[in-house]
């Protein structure tokens, strides 16, 4: 089970931090991403950090506003937004991949939170 938490509503320039709590599994067996999906548009991802927290991978449109981090003895994932746009408003969903599939695959992520909606203010 995957819980995110820690959207809400900020002005432009402004940060957020989500997280996302895991249980159930081996948290350190998996890979975990953070999409994000807005109103008529497909679902992105926006970052990943592998199983080991070794790479980290970052969409072009989040580079160095946004920072992935987990800890494993608190099977916890977070994403760190700063410097958030009007163009970042979605519903952001943290997500799991088993640690020997690719990272930055959509289809690699099996298991899936309930979402948090990040609202951006100009």
């Known amino acids: 089970q995957l819980v995110e938490s820690g959207g809400g509503l900020v002005q432009a320039g402004g940060s957020l931090r989500l997280s996302c709590a895991a249980s159930?599994?081996?948290?350190?067996?998996?890979?975990m991403g953070w999409f994000r999906q807005a109103p008529g548009k497909e679902r992105e991802l926006v970052t990943a950090?592998?199983?080991?927290?070794?790479?980290?991978y970052y969409a072009d449109s989040v580079k160095g506003r946004f920072t992935i981090s987990r800890d494993n003895a608190k099977n916890t994932v977070y994403l760190q937004m700063n410097n958030l746009k009007p163009e970042d408003t979605a519903v952001y969903y943290c997500?799991?991949?088993?640690?020997?599939?690719?990272?930055?695959?959509?289809?690699?992520?099996?298991?899936w939170g309930q979402g948090t909606q990040v609202t951006v203010s100009s």
């Open positions: 997500a799991a991949a088993w640690r020997s599939n690719a990272f930055t695959s959509l289809t690699a992520y099996d298991y």
């Open positions: 159930g599994r081996t948290f350190s067996d998996y890979h």
């Open positions: 950090i592998r199983w080991s927290g070794s790479l980290t």
